[in-house]
C-alpha cells in the first residue's frame, strides 16, 4: 500500500497523559499537513510542514500541542497534558506540492 | 475556525436518482475539492478543479469551480447504495496559504 499511513488508528488514554501519533507520507510528498476533525464536522488544519520545516500553525494548536517532521518523511503530532476537549479524529494529508491533498485513516483520540 | 457553506447538511434519495450538493464561501479560492468521508475512514479524494468555471467528471460524478471563485457544485448521476457516506467540499485560497478549508459536509443516505 504506498498511500498515507497513520499509526495507531485508536489511542484511548487518560485526563494528563501524554500521546503521540504518527504519519507516513506518500512516498516523494514533500508536504505534509495535520488536521483535526470532530464529530460532525469538516477537518480543521493545525500545521503543515514543508519537507523537514513547519511552515505554518494554526491558533487552534495550542501550547501542549508539538509537531515534527526530522528527516522530511514521516511525521509525529504530541498532545501533552491530554484534556477531554481533545478528543478527535486526527487526520494527515500529504501532497507534492499545490492542490490535491491525500488523508491518510486517521487515530481516533479518545480521552477519558 | 473558517468553514465553508455546504448544503444540504443531509439527503436521503432513493437509488437511481441524482443528488446535488453545493458549497459558498466569502472568500475567493483558487482550488477547490470534494472528498468522500466514510465512518472511521479518512475524506478519500474525489475531483479537484484548479480554474473558474471548470467542469471535471469522474465517473458518475460531476463538478464545477464557480465563475465567481466562490462557490462550488458537486452532482451525483444514477445513485448507488454504495454512495453513501458524507461528502466534504474544501477549498484552498489566495489568503489561506495552502491549507484546505473544509465544508461541514453533506450526510448522504441512499435507500436500495
Known amino acids: 500500500d504506498t498511500g498515507v499511513s497513520q499509526n495507531p488508528r485508536h489511542k484511548i488514554t487518560k485526563r494528563g497523559q501524554n500521546v503521540t501519533f504518527r504519519c507516513d507520507p506518500i512516498?516523494?510528498?514533500?508536504?505534509l499537513y495535520w488536521y483535526r476533525q470532530t464529530l460532525g464536522q469538516g477537518p480543521e488544519f493545525l500545521t503543515y510542514?514543508?519537507?523537514?520545516?513547519?511552515?505554518?500553525k494554526s491558533r487552534l494548536l495550542s501550547d501542549r500541542f508539538s509537531a515534527e517532521r526530522p528527516k522530511g518523511s514521516f511525521s509525529t503530532l504530541e498532545i501533552q497534558r491530554t484534556e477531554q476537549g481533545d478528543s478527535a479524529m486526527y487526520l494527515c494529508?500529504?501532497?507534492?506540492?499545490?492542490?490535491?491533498?491525500?488523508f491518510g485513516p486517521g487515530t481516533r483520540l479518545t480521552v477519558l | 475556525g473558517q468553514q465553508l457553506n455546504q448544503s444540504p447538511q443531509s439527503m436521503f434519495i432513493q437509488e437511481g436518482e441524482d443528488v446535488s450538493m453545493n458549497c459558498t464561501s466569502s472568500?475567493?479560492?483558487?482550488?477547490w475539492l470534494w472528498y468522500k468521508q466514510e465512518p472511521g475512514e479518512g475524506p478519500v479524494l474525489l475531483i479537484a478543479?484548479?480554474?473558474?468555471?471548470e467542469l471535471t467528471s469522474n465517473g458518475r460524478l460531476t463538478a464545477q469551480f464557480g465563475i465567481t471563485r466562490k462557490d462550488s457544485f458537486l452532482n451525483i448521476s444514477a445513485s448507488i447504495p454504495s454512495d453513501v457516506g458524507i461528502y466534504f467540499c474544501a477549498g484552498q485560497g489566495e489568503t489561506s496559504g495552502s491549507r484546505l478549508t473544509f465544508g461541514e459536509g453533506t450526510q448522504l443516505t441512499v435507500n436500495p
Open positions: 494529508a500529504t501532497t507534492p506540492g499545490w492542490g490535491e491533498q491525500f
Open positions: 478543479l484548479y480554474k473558474a468555471g
Open positions: 512516498s516523494e510528498h514533500n508536504r
Open positions: 510542514f514543508q519537507n523537514e520545516a513547519q511552515l505554518e
Open positions: 472568500s475567493i479560492f483558487n482550488t
